[in-house]
Every structure is written in structure tokens, then in C-alpha cells.
């Protein structure tokens, strides 16, 4: 009896079941794995964040006041201040990226003094704008 002979391979149902599960996993991990850089450069700002809050305490304990400026770029007096040995880091901390916009502050942080007029509080805070879309402040008094 000669049976019919059976072909081997995969019937195109079972090859596209195999790509359909293939985009599926792709569609939930490339997204992820994207996200991951700009994640890890957003913790890297918070870090800094609270590293240049810890030194403006610092320079506020032993210098009664608060530096002036707003931007802490790499020529400004603030960091020049704090280098003096009120940051624990070897070397500034910087944004990770040069070209990253933080209020107005291209590639450095944002600080700003908000004592009230007329209060003996000195109060101010550091900020960055996140690439996750939020902003992140450290407020100190």
C-alpha cells in the first residue's frame, strides 16, 4: 500500500502565530529598553541634585548666606563657591547631557534663592527638568 508522502515544514497558520507573538514581546520591551538611558541620566541628575543641595548647606552653615546666581555652569561664581571645599565630589557634578535644557540653564542646573523679602529664613532650591517629563527640585533652608 503506498501511502501519500507527507511534506515536512511549518503550514503558514504556525508561521504566523510565530511572528504575532514575536511583535507582541517586541512591542512591550523595545519601549523599555529605550527608556532605559534617559532613565539612568535622570537618576544621575537627582543624585547631583542632592549633592549640590548638601554643599549649599554647607556654604549656608559656615558662610551665614546663600551664593548669588542662578545658572551653575561652569563659569559661574556659585560653583566656584561651592568648590572651595563645600562639595564632597571630586568634580562638579554636571548634566549628563551638555546640551539639556533645564529652566533656562543650558547644560548645568538651575538654582535660585526664594528667601521671602524680609524673612531671616534663607531658603532655595536646585532643579533640572527630568527626560521623563517631570521636574525635579531639592528645596533647602
Do not use: W
Amino acid at each position: 500500500m503506498n501511502l501519500p508522502k507527507l511534506h515536512k515544514g511549518f503550514t503558514l497558520l504556525e508561521v504566523l502565530m510565530v511572528i504575532l507573538i514575536i511583535a507582541l514581546l517586541m512591542a512591550f520591551i523595545v519601549p523599555q529598553v529605550l527608556q532605559g538611558p534617559a532613565k539612568a541620566r535622570d537618576v544621575a541628575r537627582t543624585t547631583h541634585l542632592n549633592q549640590i543641595a548638601v554643599a549649599l548647606e554647607s556654604y549656608l552653615a559656615a558662610e551665614g548666606k546663600l551664593p548669588q546666581g542662578t545658572c551653575l555652569d561652569p563659569n559661574s561664581a556659585i560653583r566656584t563657591e561651592l568648590e572651595k571645599g563645600y562639595l564632597s565630589a571630586s568634580k562638579f557634578p554636571e548634566d549628563p547631557l551638555k546640551e539639556h535644557d533645564n529652566f533656562g540653564c543650558i547644560g548645568s542646573y538651575h538654582y535660585e534663592i526664594i528667601t521671602p523679602t524680609g524673612s531671616r529664613d534663607k531658603t532655595y532650591k536646585v532643579g533640572a527638568k527630568m527626560e521623563s517629563g517631570k521636574d525635579y527640585y531639592v528645596d533647602g533652608k
